[in-house]
């Protein structure tokens, strides 16, 4: 699969966006993109024309001195119009913006995480079985994970706190279930301690102890995904380690618990920030994109078929860039995975279409 060259969108001088998330928010059938914007302390959002590119960003606070770190947008109160949920790092705690209905949101509402938490990355998805979703955030001066109850009109009880282990930073949090009981489970990267952590539900929300796979020594995990890459109908971890310059693909044995990861360089210096699972080549098989943080550029690693890939290829994102999130979705509607990368360094959004 060949990409079209990137092509940029702006988000401000200065504003050094962090993470980004893609979901049509005015009801228009295309993707919209909600970015983080961390030196900005706001969200952006830039509307799609329905064709791939984008309208410039309307912005949205989320505090002096919040640092918003991740964005994703999900509806948390039931009216069918997908909220702004974000973690502020800086304001030690996750915030809620509501969708009017048109694609514009209002002022955020916060739930405290704990200070100093300095929260990195939130995910929302209904873990209790009530139908409403609930946010689960990494807190990763703390050492944990906080479970966040949605009453159903997307207000959310304060926080219970799982340990993800004594100085384990984590940094990255995805919910999927892994041992196939229907039950979300809580999957993280632990940037300190070098693993990745599984929290199983135990099935009303409320969770086991973490169990830990290493990541390697210094291996500075930042980022996970999960998807099945082997084609066995259990979904494997794919792991972006920073400090290693390598992803690390670790296979479920079916139970929700992992072997040792497999490993794959993604170059020299190339300090692995974000990772995402997409079949993007049409075979059925998810390949794994990744934002190359120090070596501004993208990799691709196609799956060759049975979970293992193949060397990485790379595209560009600019000089300086430092890409910190990637994306995968058909945004201009050919039916084609298109990638969408923030770019840390360059204060825009890359977006390149796929031939």
């Known amino acids: 699969m060949a990409f079209t060259a990137q092509k940029t969108y702006s988000t401000g001088l200065l504003t050094s966006p962090m993470s980004l998330s893609m979901t049509d928010v005015n009801s228009d059938t295309t993707p919209d993109i909600i970015v983080a914007l961390y030196n900005q302390y706001t969200v952006g959002v830039l509307f799609n024309f329905g064709n791939g590119t984008f309208h410039a960003q309307t912005t949205y606070s989320t505090g002096i001195g919040s640092f918003p770190q991740c964005v994703s947008g999900v509806d948390v ?16 705690g996750v915030g809620v913006l509501f969708n009017a209905g048109n694609g514009t949101f209002l002022s955020q509402i916060t739930y405290p995480t704990g200070s100093p938490s300095y929260p990195p990355s939130a995910a929302a998805a209904d873990v209790n079985n009530d139908n409403k979703p609930d946010i689960v955030v990494a807190n990763q001066n703390l050492g944990n994970v906080g479970v966040l109850f949605n009453f159903g009109n997307g207000t959310f009880r304060s926080q219970t706190t799982y340990s993800t282990g004594n100085n384990s930073g984590p940094t990255s949090v995805v919910l999927v279930d892994v041992n196939a009981d229907g039950q979300r489970d ?23 102890p973490v169990t830990s796979y290493s990541t390697g020594n210094n291996s500075k995990a930042r980022s996970v995904s ?29 139970n929700g618990t992992f ?39 993208l990799g691709v690693l196609y799956n060759v078929g049975n979970g293992t890939f193949l060397p990485q290829t ?35 959004i890359g977006v390149l279409l796929a031939n």
């Open 226 to 254: 999960i998807v099945d890459v082997n084609n066995d109908n259990k979904p494997d971890i794919i792991v972006a380690n920073y400090g290693i310059n390598n992803i690390g693909v670790l296979f479920n044995f079916g």
């Open 77 to 92: 109160n039931g009216d069918n119009k997908p909220d702004i949920i974000v973690a502020n790092n800086g304001g030690n």
């Open 314 to 348: 790379t595209c560009s994102t600019g000089t300086s860039s430092q890409p910190r999130s990637v994306s995968v979705t058909d945004i201009n509607n050919d039916s084609k995975p298109d990638i969408i990368v923030a770019n840390y360094g360059a204060n825009n």
């Open 186 to 208: 809580i999957i993280i990267a632990n940037y300190n301690e070098g693993s990745v952590g599984v929290l199983l539900n135990f099935g009303n929300g409320t969770f086991h």
């Open 259 to 297: 072997g040792p990861q497999t490993t794959y360089s993604t170059g020299t210096n190339s300090g692995p920030m974000s990772v995402a699972a997409v079949d993007i080549n049409g075979d059925n098989k998810p390949d794994i994109i990744v934002a190359n943080y120090d070596a501004n550029n």
